[in-house]
């Protein structure tokens, strides 16, 4: 079986594949990962094994490099986001099919090379039958348009950005940017957490998004239990 990487966010912490792993110290040239070692995989929780990463911190390039290191090849991205669609409604799931990044981050600072940005479509069908499998309510296709954060968006950054995209969120897309710069595989499953801003007329704050987030945390802690069980060939 090839090696997985799992990038999730603070939910990680609350699973069984964190009292169950091995805390394991990857040291990359971006710096230190910790990462969770289960059975034949990486876990990785992007905000650090105590949550106390913000959005805007997140050492990308240090989780990515690391997942390769330990020489994974297909990554899955558990990501929060925020629904720029009336139909898309909090408590369902969505899994990308492409994105919007317009700072994209890099591994190739000084060198000249492009890579195309891609979500893989091999290990979003992996995604799409778990989801199908659990009789989850998902969608199996959307755009994620990405925001720095930490702050959440202003309602005519909402009203722009939802002409073009079905969520929102913060951490999806450098993934899946630099995934691709070091050809590994990367898909993600997002988890739909409220509504974004001015979307609909009830107020929004971090505590309903946290709230949310915690309901989805068994779902989602399902779903990778299956995506680690799979045969990838
Ligand atoms: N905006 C940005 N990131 C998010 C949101 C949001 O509404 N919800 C969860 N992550």
């Given at each position: ?222 779903v990778i239990e299956e995506v680690l069980n799979e045969d990838f060939d």
């Amino acid at each position: 079986m090839e090696k997985v990487g799992i990038i999730g966010g603070k939910f990680i912490l609350k699973t069984k594949f964190f009292r169950d792993s091995k805390k394991k110290k990857i040291k990359t040239p971006f710096g230190v990962v910790e990462a969770l070692s289960y059975k034949n995989s990486f876990l990785i929780c992007r905000h650090g094994l105590k949550g106390e990463i913000p959005p805007h911190r997140i050492n990308y390039k240090a989780n990515i490099f690391g997942l390769k290191k330990l020489k994974a090849k297909y990554i899955f991205g558990f990501n929060s986001v925020g629904s720029l669609k009336m139909k898309i409604k909090p408590g369902d799931f969505l899994i990308p099919d492409d994105f919007i990044d317009f700072d994209p981050p890099t591994f190739f600072e000084e060198k000249m090379k492009f890579i195309t940005p891609e979500i893989s479509e091999k290990l979003r069908k992996v995604l799409i039958k778990i989801a199908k499998k659990l009789k989850l309510k998902f969608w199996s296709s959307g755009v994620y348009f990405t925001t720095k954060g930490p702050r959440l968006e202003t309602k005519a950054e909402v009203n722009l950005i939802k002409n073009f995209a079905d969520v929102v969120g913060m951490t999806m897309a450098k993934e899946a940017t630099l995934a691709k710069e070091l050809d590994l595989e990367y898909a993600s499953f997002c988890s739909v957490d409220n509504f974004a801003h001015g979307i609909v007329k009830t107020s929004l704050s971090q505590e309903k998004i946290f709230k949310f987030q915690e309901r989805s945390a068994k779902i989602l802690e399902k779903v990778i239990e299956e995506v680690l069980n799979e045969d990838f060939d």
